[in-house]
Structures are given as C-alpha cells and as structure tokens.
C-alpha cells in the first residue's frame, strides 16, 4: 500500500520560517529510520504558497491562473512523504514517531493513493499497459 504523507503548514511555514539545527537534525534521523525500514520512497518540504500558483479549470479548460500566496493556511502543506507500508495502521505508528514538524500545533495526514484494482472495469488492460509504461519511464530516471 502506498501512501501519502502531508505536513501541514501553519503561519510560520507560510512566512519562510525555516527550521532550526536541532529539528533539521531530528527530521534527518527520522527520514534516514524511513529509509531503513525501507518505506521512503520521496519526501520534501515546500516553499511557501507566495512561490506557487494555482490553475483553476471549467468546462474542461483552464480559465484563471492564481498567483500565491494563499488565504487558507489551515489548508496549506508544507512537506510531503510518499511511503510503502503494509497498512494505514503501519503509517499512523510511523507517524507517531516523527519529530513534531512545526511550531506551535502540528498535523501530518495520511492518505492512501488508488491501486489499480480501486477504478474496476474503467482502468482496462490497455491503459493498464500504458500506465505501466510510463512508469517504468520515470523510474528508468533514477
């Protein structure tokens, strides 16, 4: 089962304001842990939404281009881990685990991605097989 894992941000995240020493260093020995469990497969933290944008769809196409930053900090995401575990219970134990990843409260969701199986008859072979492909593509980069 693969998983994404999201920080979620907060005022500080979203003003720039980095880590310290001491979580650097307690985040690295928590990510090197993910690594020797073998469930890492990706992680980063995020700027702040001021560096992003949003693209907005109707009918089909695009039709508004949203430059950060972003009122709904409560929403934001700061940092991600994508994660192979054997089960959500798995992740919410390795979640328990991480050092507190911002000031103040914190909280880090959890969120399964769809498998193959999840979409039934509408993911046929063919775009089975394509899928397959371009995945092999990506993973052919590292």
């Known amino acids: 089962m693969r998983v994404m894992v ?3 941000g907060n005022a500080n995240t979203e003003a720039g304001v980095m880590p310290d020493e001491q979580l650097i260093a307690a985040m690295t020995k928590y990510n090197e842990d993910l690594v020797k469990a073998g469930i890492l497969l990706d992680g980063q933290g ?12 109707a009918g089909g196409k695009p039709v ?12 934001i995401i700061a ?11 798995e992740a919410i134990e390795w ?6 990843p911002t ?7 959890i969120r399964p991605l769809f498998q193959a199986e999840d979409f039934g008859e509408a993911f046929t072979p063919e775009l089975q097989e394509r899928h397959e492909r371009m995945r092999d593509q990506i993973s052919s980069r590292d």
């Not at 940092?79 to 219970?89: D, F, I, K, N, P």
């Open 6 to 8: 999201f920080v979620k």
């Open 46 to 57: 995020l700027h702040p939404t001021a560096k992003g944008a949003k693209v907005k769809f």
């Open 103 to 109: 000031d103040g409260e914190a909280e880090i969701e």
């Open 64 to 75: 508004a281009v949203i430059d950060g930053p972003f009122t709904e900090t409560k929403e």
């Open 79 to 89: 940092g991600y881990w994508l994660w192979e575990v054997r089960s959500l219970e």
């Open 95 to 100: 979640v328990k685990r991480c050092p507190q």
